[in-house]
């Protein structure tokens, strides 16, 4: 088995664990999505350039914590997003060019085309909280973005605070979050669409 096809397995409500062979180099788009007694995933280790698209784990209620393999080679957004029982993610070791870090349970990854080395927030697991700060680096390099989507789904988090070195919070950042109030500083220079959608328990953004 070299590829999961996208939304393989999606709504599956038979299945409570999953191994997946170190052959595997593509996990396809919400392949495990909205699995809702998926309890515990588990990576061979020694494959090579495994690619994992958006949503592929998203919304699986019981799946308690991941752990990525040191050898995934692309990450496509926030791969997570809606498991609301996953407090922290892993990576089993480091990745290739430190293409992705993770720090406190959350995991970053290195900017496309940024000449200064700097990371992006990109998978904020969605049953950390109540709250967190955007760290201002992440092994000596600044912290200047937020993914699309980053904390999309985080029901536990209720309080943030930005750090002075992000400049911009990617479209849809904390859409369907548990924010109850938000402060974004003036050193943010970009905004996407969508920040606070479907925020039911927001109360304040200055």
Request: charged letters at 25%.
């Amino acid at each position: 088995v070299t590829s999961i096809k996208s939304e393989a397995l999606k709504e599956n409500k038979e299945i409570t664990e999953i191994t997946i062979p170190a052959s595997v180099t593509m996990i396809g788009f919400g392949a495990f999505e909205k699995m809702p007694n998926l309890e515990k995933v588990t990576f061979e280790p020694g494959g090579t350039q495994l690619s994992i698209r958006l949503d592929a784990f998203a919304r699986c209620p019981k799946l308690k914590t991941l752990v990525l393999p040191k050898h995934v080679k692309e990450i496509t957004g926030n791969i997570t997003k809606g498991s609301t029982a996953i407090k922290e993610l892993k990576l089993a070791g480091p990745v290739e060019d430190n293409k992705y870090i993770e720090q406190d349970g959350v995991i970053f990854a290195k900017n496309r085309d940024a000449e200064d080395n700097s990371y992006c927030l990109q998978i904020y697991p969605s049953g950390k909280g109540p709250d967190y700060t955007i760290p201002e680096s992440v092994q000596g390099h600044k912290v200047t973005k937020t993914w699309p989507g980053a904390f999309e789904g985080a029901q536990a988090l209720k309080h943030i605070t930005i750090s002075r070195n992000l400049k911009e919070l990617g479209t849809a950042s904390f859409e369907e979050s548990g924010l109850v109030d938000c402060t974004i500083p003036r050193t943010v220079e970009i905004l996407g669409n969508s920040m606070f959608k479907k925020c039911k328990d927001l109360k304040s953004v200055t």
